[in-house]
T-cell receptor, first 110, second 118 residues
Framework: RKEVEQDPGPFNVPEGATVAFNCTYSNSASQSFFWYRQDCRKEPKLLMSVYSSGNEDGRFTAQLNRASQYISLLIRDSKLSDSATYLCVVNFDYGQNFVFGPGTRLSVLP | DGGITQSPKYLFRKEGQNVTLSCEQNLNHDAMYWYRQDPGQGLRLIYYSQIVNDFQKGDIAEGYSVSREKKESFPLTVTSAQKNPTAFYLC?????????????????FGDGTRLSIL
């Protein structure tokens, strides 16, 4: 079983749609969680950290369920510029190991 | 501005040649990492270092070597033993184990080096 799994995608949605991505992780000792976005042929960029209480940044909402070892990212009112691959990242071992999911590709269509 | 600088942006390797990719950070981070990404694939860890003069193999270290003589620098050498070196190479840094405070300490990435075989 892979350590971090994500929805396989791709997701093709119209502008203005709401889209949700899911991520599961296998290591129950995982300590911190992040969502990154990666544009084609570019480096990953931090989108947001994920906190136990859930957190929101504008149109983006992240949720963490430690009991189910599950993370989600919700994007509301999708923009064309949201088109990218979204990477779920889990950190454990006191900051030493970052494990990346395979990514979920999103295409927002006009 | 603080950040991570990778150079060169594009690199071509001749058969049998070793090439070195540069990674420098001024974020005062202890931990540094090298990843490889093939087209349409995820990131795979090559090597990582938590402190100067120490580094560990990642999942795909064969055919690669690194050094960590300075906190700011973590160069990656792609040796002739790496038979399929064509990929996008990404360097990252983080606060690391030493400065770890329990949460919200992500990795920061350089903008990558694209390596191709001539």
């Amino acid at each position: 079983r892979k350590e971090v799994e994500q929805d396989p995608g791709p997701f093709n949605v119209p502008e203005g749609a709401t889209v949700a991505f899911n991520c599961t992780y296998s290591n129950s000792a995982s300590q911190s969680f992040f969502w990154y976005r990666q544009d084609c042929r570019k480096e990953p960029k931090l989108l947001m950290s994920v906190y136990s209480s859930g957190n929101e940044d504008g149109r983006f909402t992240a949720q963490l369920n430690r009991a189910s070892q599950y993370i989600s990212l919700l994007i509301r009112d999708s923009k064309l510029s949201d088109s990218a691959t979204y990477l779920c990242v889990v950190n454990f071992d006191y900051g030493q190991n970052f494990v990346f999911g395979p990514g979920t590709r999103l295409s927002v269509l006009p | 501005d603080g950040g991570i600088t990778q150079s060169p942006k594009y690199l071509f390797r001749k058969e049998g040649q070793n090439v070195t990719l540069s990674c420098e950070q001024n974020l005062n981070h202890d931990a540094m990492y090298w990843y490889r990404q093939d087209p349409g694939q995820g990131l795979r860890l090559i090597y990582y270092s938590q402190i100067v003069n120490d580094f560990q193999k990642g999942d795909i270290a064969e055919g690669y070597s690194v050094s960590r003589e300075k906190k700011e620098s973590f160069p990656l050498t792609v040796t002739s033993a790496q038979k399929n070196p064509t990929a996008f190479y990404l360097c990252a840094s983080s606060i690391g184990v030493i400065g770890w405070q329990g949460k919200d300490q992500p990795q920061h990435f350089g903008d990558g080096t694209r390596l191709s075989i001539l």
